[in-house]
């Protein structure tokens, strides 16, 4: 269930950016959906038996959604898979068996990299993925992710409609138990597709 909710507030945040930018109630509900995705990764790197698989399709879906992603948003960061697929390594990272020093040293390089490419959210969307993952009372995550926001707001520039995304702490509470899956070609595939659908809406109607 959660996944779906998540899919359909990043449809919902990205047709008001595109179609209805004047509608703040379509950015309010899309400030839902990095965190559901976020929660995501950390639940999937933790069921997955293949981590580097997992790792490889978000590549592939980023790299596939690039192009549509630019001419839709007119954007030069990369895509929000590129900012979750680092959320996942550097979880791998944190639960592997290296050394304190290399495990901070790995972890500011992709940090670094995150920066200088100008990754989705940047920093913030990989703090959250890693947060999802270390965290495992509702409360801390609740008192984290506020900090985490807070931090977005100062250094990212963002508008207040930020703090909506705490509503997805409750969610998740409310909906982890309910067992609704969409099938794995769904999962992958809606990102790079729903965007490809929107920029040809929005062409034509310009």
């Known amino acids: 269930m959660i ?7 990043m449809m919902i945040d ?15 509900i899309g400030r839902l959906a990095l965190p559901l995705f976020a ?12 981590v580097t698989k997992y790792g490889v399709r978000l590549l592939i879906v980023g790299i596939i959604s690039q192009v549509p992603y630019t001419l839709l948003f007119g954007s030069k960061e990369f895509n929000v898979c ?19 020093f290399l495990k901070i040293i790995y972890t500011l390089g992709l940090c670094i990299i995150c920066e200088a ?3 989705e959210y940047g920093l913030y969307g990989i703090a959250l993925t890693v947060f999802f993952s270390v965290f495992k009372q509702w409360t801390t995550l609740l008192i984290a992710n506020s900090i985490l926001v807070f931090i977005y707001l100062y250094f990212y520039e963002s508008t207040a409609v930020q703090y909506y995304s705490l509503l997805a702490i409750p969610c998740i509470m409310v909906f982890e138990k309910k067992s609704f899956h969409l ?9 790079p597709s729903h965007i490809l659908v ?5 062409n034509y109607i310009n």
């Not at 990205?14 to 309010?28: A, E």
């Not at 929660?39 to 293949?50: E, H, K, L, P």
């Not at 929107?198 to 929005?202: H, P, T, W």
């Open 3 to 9: 996944q779906l909710i998540a899919y359909c507030s």
């Open 183 to 191: 099938p794995k070609i769904i999962r992958y595939a809606f990102y």
């Open 14 to 28: 990205h047709l008001g950016i595109v179609l209805f930018p004047s509608n703040s109630l379509f950015r309010i």
């Open 198 to 202: 929107l920029l040809i809406i929005v």
């Open 82 to 100: 590129f900012t979750l697929l680092f959320g996942l390594i550097i979880i791998k990272i944190i639960k592997s068996k290296v050394i304190l």
């Open 39 to 50: 929660y995501g990764i950390a639940v999937g790197f933790s069921r997955t038996s293949n």
């Open 117 to 119: 490419l100008a990754f």
